[in-house]
C-alpha cells in the first residue's frame, strides 16, 4: 500500500483537502482510507495552522510517475512552487509518505518521507490508517515511531471529514439552453482527466425549429433522437471513464412535452421508449441553474444564427418543464446555482463547485 500526506494552511484549508483527495481518485486511484483532520502550527515558518490528513491508495504507478501526477494536482488546485525552496504557507501540499516497502534516496524523491518520524502532523494521522504498518527502514511499527516521536506538538482533532467518493464513471451536465454546459463540462473533464462527450446536432434542423417550434418540434426531436441513438452506442464501448456528457439523453421528452402538438407527442414518446434501452445511464446529473434573463444574454452575446429567435418566453417555459422534471426523476441529482457565479473566467469558483460535487 501506498500513504500519503496532504496539508493546508491557505485560503479555505478543509476544501483543498477535500479536492485533493478527490482529484487522487479519479486520476490517479481510488482513495482506500482517509484519516480523520488534525490541526497543527506551521514549522520552520510563520503561517496559519495547517489541517493535516494521510489517505492510502493502491496504484501501479512508479514513484517518480505518481509524484508527478501528485504535483500536477498540487499546480491545478494553485500551488505555486518557490525557487528557493523556502517552506512557506501553500494551498495544498501532497507528500509521498511510504510506498509500499520501497527505500528510495535521489535528489528528486526520498521514500520514505525524509523527516515523516519527526513530524506529529504526519504520525498521528498515519497511526489511524496503518497503526502495523512496517517502517522499511527500520521495522518500527507506526505506533513505535509515535512512541519515539521527539515532537512536542499534539495535533488537534478537527470535526470536519474529508468524504471518499464514489467514482462516477458517467456523468452528465444539463440545464437550459446557453447555461453553459459545454464549458461546464470541458473543465469538469480537465479536472477528472475524463472523456468528454459533446452533444451533436444538425444547425439547419435547429434554425427550423426556433422559426417555427410548434411545426418543426417532432422533426427536431427526432433528428436529437438519432444522433444521441448512434452517439451512446459508440461510447458504450469506449473504456475511459468517467465519461462526461453535455447532455441528458433522457431530457428529449422535456422539450417534446413543451413543444409538440399532444398526438406528436404520444408518436415521440413511443418511439422514445423503443430507444432509452440503450442510452448509457448517468450515475449523476449535474443540473445548471441560472435566471432566464442571464441566459438568454448568454445566447445572444454568443451570436449563433439559429438562436436568434430564442426569447424569455421558451426559455421560461422549458425551465418550468425541467422543474417539474426534477420532482419525478430517479437520476441522482446534483444542483449547481450559476447566478453571480462565472466558473468560466474563475477557477476558484470551478473548484468550489468541484468541491461540492466530491461530496455528493
Not at 399532444?262 to 415521440?268: L, M, N, S, Y
Request: charged share 30%; aromatic share 14%; proline share 3%.
Amino acid at each position: 500500500m501506498i500513504y500519503l500526506s496532504i496539508g493546508s494552511n491557505l485560503g479555505d484549508r478543509l476544501k483543498f483537502l477535500q479536492l485533493a483527495v478527490g482529484l487522487i481518485s479519479y486520476r490517479i486511484s481510488t482513495v482506500k482510507n482517509v484519516s480523520r483532520i488534525y490541526e497543527t502550527p506551521a514549522m520552520g515558518f510563520k503561517g496559519n495552522p495547517f489541517y493535516n490528513i494521510c489517505v492510502e491508495i493502491n496504484t501501479d504507478l512508479q514513484p517518480k510517475s505518481l509524484l508527478e501526477k501528485l504535483l500536477d494536482i498540487e499546480k491545478y488546485l494553485g500551488r505555486v512552487r518557490s525557487s528557493d525552496r523556502k517552506s512557506k504557507s501553500r494551498k495544498v501540499d501532497i507528500d509521498i509518505v511510504y510506498f509500499k516497502n520501497l527505500i528510495l534516496k535521489d535528489k528528486e524523491l526520498f521514500i520514505p518521507h525524509k523527516n515523516m518520524h519527526e513530524r506529529n502532523f504526519v504520525l498521528y494521522p498515519l497511526y489511524e490508517i496503518c497503526s502495523d504498518f512496517k517502517d522499511p527502514r527500520n521495522g518500527k511499527s507506526i505506533q513505535t515511531l509515535l512512541d519515539n516521536s521527539k515532537d512536542s506538538v499534539i495535533p488537534k482533532i478537527v470535526e470536519e471529514e474529508i468524504y471518499i467518493q464514489e467514482i462516477k464513471k458517467t456523468i452528465a451536465v444539463e440545464g437550459l439552453i446557453g447555461v453553459g454546459k459545454t464549458e461546464f463540462s470541458r473543465k469538469l473533464r480537465d479536472a477528472l482527466f475524463g472523456e468528454l462527450v459533446l452533444e451533436e446536432f444538425d444547425d439547419v434542423v435547429l434554425e427550423k425549429f426556433y422559426k417555427n417550434p410548434t411545426k418543426n418540434a417532432f422533426e427536431t426531436e427526432k433528428s436529437f433522437l438519432e444522433f444521441r441513438m448512434r452517439q451512446h452506442k459508440e461510447y458504450k464501448t469506449r473504456k475511459k471513464y468517467p465519461q462526461i456528457f453535455d447532455y441528458l439523453a433522457h431530457k428529449s421528452i422535456i422539450f417534446a412535452k413543451k413543444t409538440m402538438a399532444p398526438f406528436e407527442f404520444i408518436q415521440f414518446q413511443r418511439d422514445f421508449n423503443h430507444c432509452s434501452g440503450f442510452f448509457i445511464k448517468p450515475e449523476v446529473v449535474i443540473l445548471l441553474n441560472q435566471e432566464t434573463n442571464f441566459i438568454l444574454d448568454k445566447i445572444n452575446k454568443r451570436g449563433r444564427k439559429f438562436e436568434k429567435k430564442i426569447d424569455l418566453k421558451y426559455l421560461d417555459l422549458i425551465k418550468s418543464e425541467y422543474n417539474n422534471w426534477k420532482t419525478k426523476t430517479k437520476f441522482p441529482l446534483y444542483n449547481i446555482d450559476l447566478n453571480n457565479s462565472d466558473f468560466k473566467n474563475n477557477h476558484s469558483v470551478f473548484l468550489s463547485f468541484l468541491n461540492l460535487f466530491f461530496k455528493c
